[in-house]
């Protein structure tokens, strides 16, 4: 009995002072939660569909009050978008279906696309696309809406014909380029309208097989409301927006400038939209494609610039422009874009 | 009355039929031998003299079933965590190299001694998709889903648990059942790797080229590179283009869905948590071949050249010399599909901008070194090998270098007529749920979709027979 006693004793002492045999006890019973182990099952606790939860280089912004161009949405039949101070009531039976993607690190916005709905009567159905690029960050030999749809005309793939060349155009009391290519093995036709608001072009893609059907879509983009065209004093953008000034953080406008230096991500464009205040300090920044930690160290970098302040008819006002940081991106053409779009 | 009646039911009979004429189907999987599997004409001419002799020697390896301590043939070290025993195994539709096969060897594992002791996971069904598996979310220690700790590595269906060649090594398998109920598992299906030598040879400023002359769409596709961390280069292989060369590929899937460590990956690997959360394999689930590590090296003393190999650049060339799978003839419902008809969806697949991502041709290779047939080729893939935002529908929310949880590399389409499984997850089996699933909340996708959409039934049909004939 008592030497029974003496070994459980012992037994139990070597139990608790063996490392290898408390580690391989803990290793090969590990606890049945956390890491890759749950047996606990919460109602409330699933991962929600139809959210994306893990984002790779994303859109945000340093405010939540300043318009974006990727702000626009559908509300009882109508699109609104804060930023190109767009409003278009869609046409009867039509519908946005599904959102678009965030915009792409070369500035390029769906901005909406429109399908018609169930309840659709025609003879074909169509599409209704609305995008837009982004000026300063295309890699584009374009600098405004014109030179886009030419550059359109002249690099369309062969499946296309041109129904109709580039040519100026009225729609909502402004200006728009319309140019209208078809597909003969599709017998599809695509109608494309184009026009300058504020740093972007704004495209409208008409998509069908039925061409009474893009010529009624055409005419019924007159409702829309557009803001006032451009103005000596308003930029692109018309009143009351900055004015648009691609490259605009040169030397000679910046008084100081530090550099981000990304440590994790670095191999990304990092394309940033920023508008700088009558004081030169930069009072909105927008992050069309970065990573968390890109968005952190380039907002702790621009918080520190200085512009000279911008004047224009003696008065100083306010300046969007774009400032492309990171790497890899596209891969730029020979001839590289013009004009700034002021 | 009579003859109303009879007026009705003729035109009632004329609708249906009508409706029939205009239905479109997938032809599905076709059937007949493409000679897809077989080597680049230059390795087959075994030029350079011996070249030959690396694609078979690594097509056998490529097909060898590893054990973990006791093959007679040295085929050692697998597990402690595996997903499957051999290439293979995974890789087998419609020939060795390829994706999933018909019947998932997955699911004899628990029943035939490859995982005896472990239970097979709900998700694996005997004519089911061949699957890996991943949880997006880490669990905390009360076993809710963890949504700050983002996970995404592969959680290994099996374990070497109660294998005679295992010794006492015994490990728990994940919660896959827990992880069902909480909606945090998502899965992979293999990718198919003939052609790969090609697309492992595009230079960086082809695929540049190609993006940039592609951008000014009016299909509203964007698109992006994913890149190496390390020196920035363009990466190409995987789901999500997350991985650089055939090299590490193989390395990584030697490691990752069969346990072998090899010489870019040294070591056992644990679970993403074990490793994570810094519990490790238990001592006794390692070194289990007994050879030390990596178990995978390369065989200074053997003969000939090829055997000097070590297992990852055996499989590596054996990617790397695949041809791309020939294109086909396709049978619909029993009926030869005309050639004017493939050429007919191969016009309507490009004019409605499926062609903008899936591009026929992204550019040729580089000159190679390896051999002939991978100089100055066409890579005719039917991707841009760029990763594209694919919406809530298809998003897993696992990200793998710079791809995010929505953005996934444009699946080549070359050999889609021979595929059985489709999508990421090989969540249909029918071609056209898997075009409709191109749509959703944030894809880039969804303007090409509605051209779809905006076709006529006939011309639907053309493209779904193109498909079929790749």
């Not at chain 1, 930690?293 to 004047?311: N, S």
């Not at chain 1, 991106?329 to 004009?339: D, F």
Request: proline share 7%.
């Amino acid at each position: 009995m008592h030497s029974r006693w003496l070994y459980c004793s012992l037994a139990l002492v070597w139990w608790v002072v063996s490392p290898a045999h408390g580690q391989n006890v803990k290793a090969q019973t590990p606890s049945r939660n956390g890491g890759d182990f749950s047996d606990n099952v919460q109602p409330g606790n699933k991962v929600p569909t139809g959210v994306i939860l893990v984002k790779g280089a994303w859109a945000s912004a340093s405010d939540s009050v300043t318009p974006l161009p990727e702000g626009g949405n559908v509300t009882n039949s109508v699109f609104t978008n804060q930023y190109f101070g767009m409003s278009y009531a869609l046409p009867a039976n039509w519908a946005e279906k599904y959102k678009g993607p965030p915009p792409s690190d070369s500035g390029r916005y769906v901005l909406t696309q429109i399908t018609p709905a169930a309840t659709f009567k025609g003879p074909a159905r169509g599409t209704i696309l609305i995008t837009a690029q982004d000026l300063f960050f295309t890699p584009l030999p374009a600098s405004n809406a014109v030179e886009l749809a030419g550059y359109s005309k002249d690099h369309l793939q062969a499946d296309y014909k041109v129904e109709m060349p580039p040519t100026p155009t009225r729609i909502a009391d402004r200006s728009f380029t319309f140019f209208a290519y078809w597909s003969p093995a599709a017998q599809l036709h695509w109608y494309v309208l184009t026009t300058d608001i504020r740093c972007h072009a704004v495209e409208i893609v008409l998509t069908s097989r039925d061409t009474k059907l893009l010529e009624s879509l055409t005419l019924d983009l007159n409702k829309m409301k557009l803001p006032a065209e451009a103005s000596a004093t308003g930029g692109t953008g018309g009143d009351g927006v900055p004015v648009c000034i691609k490259n605009y953080a040169r030397d000679e406008n910046l008084l100081t400038r530090v550099d981000p230096i990304f440590t994790e991500h670095r191999f990304n464009p990092v394309p940033v939209r920023i508008i700088i205040d009558t004081e030169g300090k930069i009072k909105h920044i927008h992050f069309l494609s970065a990573f968390p930690d890109q968005e952190k160290i380039v907002t702790d970098a621009l918080k520190q610039w200085r512009f000279k302040p911008y004047r224009q008819g003696g008065q100083a006002v306010e300046v969007e422009t774009g400032l492309r940081f990171g790497s890899g991106g596209y891969r730029m053409p020979l001839a590289a874009a013009t004009a700034p779009t002021d | 009355m009579k003859t109303a009646k009879r007026a009705l039911g003729f035109t009632l009979a004329m609708l249906f039929l009508a409706g029939m004429a205009l239905a479109q189907t997938d032809p599905g999987v076709q059937s007949g031998n493409r000679g897809t599997g077989a080597a680049f004409s230059s390795i087959l001419s075994n030029s350079p003299s011996g070249i030959l002799s690396f694609f078979t020697d690594g097509q056998k390896r490529f097909q060898d079933v590893e054990s973990v301590s006791n093959s007679p043939s040295g085929n050692n070290g697998l597990g402690p965590r595996f997903n499957s025993n051999s290439c293979s195994s995974c890789h087998a539709q419609p020939a060795v190299g390829g994706t999933g096969a018909a019947m998932n060897p997955q699911f004899s594992f628990t029943s035939n001694g490859t995982a005896p002791k472990d239970t097979t996971p709900y998700f694996i069904t005997a004519t089911g998709p061949t699957l890996e598996a991943r949880f997006p979310f880490f669990f905390n220690s009360n076993g809710t889903v963890n949504y700050n700790a983002p996970n995404g590595g592969v959680e290994n269906l099996f374990t070497v648990s109660g294998r005679s060649d295992a010794g006492t090594c015994s490990l728990p398998q994940p919660s896959f059942n827990t992880a069902g109920n909480e909606g945090n598992i998502i899965f992979r299906i293999p990718t198919p790797v003939f052609g790969a030598g090609l697309i492992e040879n595009l230079d960086d400023s082809t695929l540049l080229n190609n993006q940039l002359n592609n951008f000014n769409n009016n299909v509203g596709v964007g698109g992006a590179f994913n890149r190496n961390g390390n020196d920035g280069t363009i990466t190409r292989f995987g789901w999500k283009a997350q991985n650089k060369s055939l090299h590490i590929f193989a390395g990584e899937a030697y490691n990752v869905e069969m346990g072998i460590s090899n010489e870019l990956f040294p070591q056992d690997r644990p679970l993403p948590g074990e490793d994570q959360l810094q519990t490790g394999l238990p001592s006794n689930c390692l070194n289990l071949s007994g050879t030390g590590y990596p178990e995978d090296t390369s065989n200074p003393a053997s003969t000939p050249n090829s055997a000097v190999l070590d297992d990852v650049s055996a499989f590596a060339n054996f990617m790397r010399f695949l041809a791309p799978p020939p294109t086909g003839g396709v049978v619909l419902n029993g009926q030869q599909v005309s050639s004017s008809t493939i050429s007919a969806g191969s016009s309507l697949f490009s004019s409605i901008g499926c062609s903008v991502c899936h591009n026929p041709t992204p550019g040729t290779t580089q000159v190679s070194n390896f051999t002939s047939s991978l100089s100055k080729a066409p890579v005719n893939a039917f991707s841009d090998i760029e990763v594209h935002h694919m919406g809530t529908g298809l998003a897993d929310n696992v990200s793998q270098g710079n791809a995010g949880g929505d953005q996934f590399r444009t699946a080549p389409l070359w050999g889609l007529g021979q595929r059985i499984f489709l999508l990421h997850d090989g969540r249909t089996t029918n071609l056209i749920t898997a075009i409709d699933d191109h749509e959703g909340n944030g894809s880039e996708a969804n303007t090409v979709e509605s051209n779809f959409d905006n076709l006529t039934p006939t011309q639907q049909q053309e493209i779904l027979d193109f498909l079929r004939s790749l």
